[in-house]
Nanobody, 126 residues
Framework: QVQLVESGGGLVQAGGSLRLSCAASGRTFSSGAMGWFRQAPGKEREFVAA????????YYGDSVKGRFTISRDNAKNTMYLQMASLKPEDTAVYYC???????????????????WGQGTQVTVSS
């Protein structure tokens, strides 16, 4: 069974940087994609970024474009989210997600993913 484990969350000051990691186990990635979502208190789960395991195409939500960078290490089955110029509004629980579908999926909604991590808290202070 696929397991996703996030790490790297914590408390940072506004303007700072943080890198999140998501390690996958239980299956070798060959197709599909991984993505990041976040959820702040009282808000809906928001799409942050996604990356395909074959081809390496990346996609970003408008609120993080230009500040966040998604990447992956296929050999390690690990995905990263490099966050820069952090703002207090970036404060949320960040979730790692994955799917292994061999066709184009809707990457920007939770329904496009089949596996989820437990989440890691990111808090940006002002």
């Amino acid at each position: 069974q696929v397991q996703l484990v996030e790490s790297g969350g914590g408390l940072v000051q506004a303007g700072g940087s943080l890198r999140l990691s998501c390690a996958a186990s239980g299956r070798t990635f060959s197709s599909g994609a991984m993505g990041w979502f976040r959820q702040a208190p009282g808000k809906e789960r928001e799409f942050v970024a996604a990356i395909r395991w074959s081809g390496g195409g990346t996609y970003y939500g408008d609120s993080v474009k230009g500040r966040f960078t998604i990447s992956r290490d296929n050999a390690k089955n690990t995905m990263y989210l490099q966050m820069a110029s952090l703002k207090p509004e970036d404060t949320a629980v960040y979730y790692c997600a994955a799917h292994f579908r061999g066709y184009s999926a809707i990457y920007y909604t939770p329904a496009g993913y089949d596996y989820w991590g437990q989440g890691t808290q990111v808090t940006v202070s002002s």
